[in-house]
């Protein structure tokens, strides 16, 4: 059973930043998939971004440009810098992992809220 666990969530201002974390407990973390999910107040969780064990990254056009996701395979590590955050970027932010294909993820986390004021 593959353990994950955020932190780094907050208030900030718009315009502002904030660097997410994921810990993971995978015995072999270099095989997995892993992503940023997110979920605001009334509306369906959405991919923000995923990142193969190789390296090859995906995101959702809202963040493009704003938020880049990245892992330490060593730290068994996941991370989402989120620059130049918007009131739309209120969420639970959620880390998710899987071994098999990346649009299937198996294993989430309990989230971390994020909330960006004007």
């Known amino acids: 059973q593959v353990q994950l666990v955020e932190s780094g969530g907050g208030l900030v201002q718009a315009g502002g930043s904030l660097r997410l974390s994921c810990a993971a407990s995978a015995s072999i973390f270099s095989f997995m998939s892993m992503g940023w999910y997110r979920q605001a107040p009334g509306k369906q969780r959405e991919m923000v971004a995923t990142?193969?064990?190789?390296?090859?990254?995906n995101y959702a056009d809202s963040v493009k440009g704003r938020f880049t996701i990245s892992r330490d395979n060593a730290k068994k590590m996941g991370y989402l810098q989120m620059n130049s955050l918007k009131p739309e970027d209120t969420a639970v932010y959620y880390c998710?992992?899987?071994?098999?294909?990346?649009?299937?993820?198996?294993?989430w986390g309990k989230g971390t809220l994020v909330t960006v004021s004007l």
């Open positions: 998710a992992a899987t071994y098999g294909g990346i649009r299937q993820m198996d294993y």
């Open positions: 990142i193969t064990g190789g390296g090859t990254t």
